[in-house]
């Protein structure tokens, strides 16, 4: 059930296609983890919940609060080993916690091909840059704008590069603006170009700042991993699952 419509939903499939005999379920969000479990208590089967949601903060909780839990045999997270030891504190040895790390077993080699470089020197027309590089969707906990207004005191050859995508807020284009080509944001490139954008980074950044949020609190980004697969060094905030990679 990749999109949980609810019970009724889960009703109608199983009604359609006759009750499934199966051995397991997996549920990819907690919608269709609530539709699945008259299913899994039917047939016997065991439910894995597969968390692919974006915002686990309140809906994990849930399904340990409630009587959904009960009929958990394991809950597989991505790729965050301080919330599942976490879970682990919490659920005991009512189910199986496992965590799928999206870290590369191997290094990516990736020859820098300049394009990042190109696009940064053309834009600033100026070359043999030092790029600090943040690559990702902007949130307010990663205070972009106070990263922007410090780089006012950074050398001269050096610029901060903001690959965003999605949307951001006016108060990051004022501060870009006032800092004069110290910092810039450029469009987000395709996954296929990604690696190759990134290797071209000197500098890598990962600032989570907001003790009270949770998900920042257990983040393992996925950005980290990107710098780690391109060999490139990075500044991070001080995360139980950053400062493990970076030990590590």
Same mark, same amino acid.
């Given at each position: 059930?990749?999109?949980?419509?609810?019970?009724?939903?889960?009703?109608?499939?199983?009604? @359609?296609?006759?009750?499934?005999? +199966?051995?397991?379920?997996?549920?990819? =969000?907690?919608?269709?983890?609530?539709? $699945?479990?008259?299913?899994?208590?039917?047939?016997?089967? &065991?439910? %894995?919940?597969?968390?692919?949601? +974006? !915002? /686990? &903060? !309140? &809906?994990?909780?849930?399904?340990?609060?409630?009587?959904?839990?009960?009929?958990?045999?394991?809950?597989?997270?991505?790729?965050?080993?301080?919330?599942?030891?976490?879970?682990?504190?919490?659920?005991?040895?009512?189910?199986? %916690?496992?965590?799928?790390?999206?870290?590369?077993?191997?290094?990516?080699?990736?020859?820098? @091909?300049?394009?990042?470089?190109?696009?940064? $020197?053309? @834009?600033?027309?100026? @070359?043999?840059? +030092? %790029?600090? /590089?943040?690559?990702?969707?902007?949130?307010?906990?990663?205070?972009?704008?106070?990263?922007?207004?410090?780089?006012?005191?950074?050398?001269?050859?050096?610029?901060?590069?903001?690959?965003?995508?999605? +949307?951001?807020?006016?108060? /990051?284009?004022?501060?870009?603006?006032?800092?004069? =080509?110290?910092?810039?944001?450029?469009?987000?490139?395709?996954? *296929?170009?990604?690696? !190759?954008? %990134? $290797? #071209?980074?000197?500098? *890598?950044?990962?600032?989570?700042? #907001?003790? #009270? !949020?949770?998900?920042?609190?257990?983040?393992?980004?996925? &950005?980290?991993?990107?710098?780690?697969?391109?060999?490139?060094?990075?500044?991070?905030?001080?995360?139980?699952?950053?400062?493990?990679?970076?030990?590590?």
């Amino acid at each position: 059930f990749p999109h949980g419509r609810g019970l009724g939903r889960a009703c109608d499939f199983a009604w @359609r296609v006759g009750l499934p005999v +199966t051995d397991v379920l997996v549920c990819v =969000n907690y919608l269709s983890l609530v539709a $699945a479990l008259p299913l899994a208590l039917l047939g016997r089967s &065991k439910l %894995i919940y597969y968390c692919l949601e +974006t !915002d /686990l &903060k !309140d &809906k994990v909780n849930i399904a340990i609060e409630t009587s959904v839990c009960r009929r958990l045999s394991a809950v597989v997270l991505i790729p965050e080993e301080n919330r599942a030891r976490l879970l682990q504190s919490r659920l005991g040895s009512r189910c199986s %916690i496992h965590v799928v790390p999206n870290v590369p077993y191997i290094r990516t080699d990736v020859a820098a @091909r300049g394009r990042l470089r190109d696009y940064v $020197a053309a @834009r600033l027309h100026q @070359r043999d840059l +030092t %790029i600090v /590089l943040y690559s990702g969707v902007y949130y307010s906990y990663t205070r972009l704008e106070q990263i922007v207004t410090s780089s006012s005191a950074w050398p001269s050859t050096t610029c901060l590069v903001l690959m965003l995508a999605g +949307t951001y807020p006016a108060t /990051l284009c004022d501060a870009v603006r006032a800092s004069q =080509n110290r910092a810039i944001i450029v469009p987000p490139v395709g996954t *296929g170009e990604l690696y !190759d954008w %990134i $290797a #071209d980074a000197d500098i *890598g950044l990962l600032p989570y700042e #907001d003790e #009270d !949020d949770i998900n920042v609190r257990y983040c393992a980004p996925q &950005k980290l991993f990107d710098y780690v697969a391109c060999g490139v060094p990075f500044i991070g905030s001080r995360r139980p699952s950053i400062e493990a990679v970076v030990e590590e």
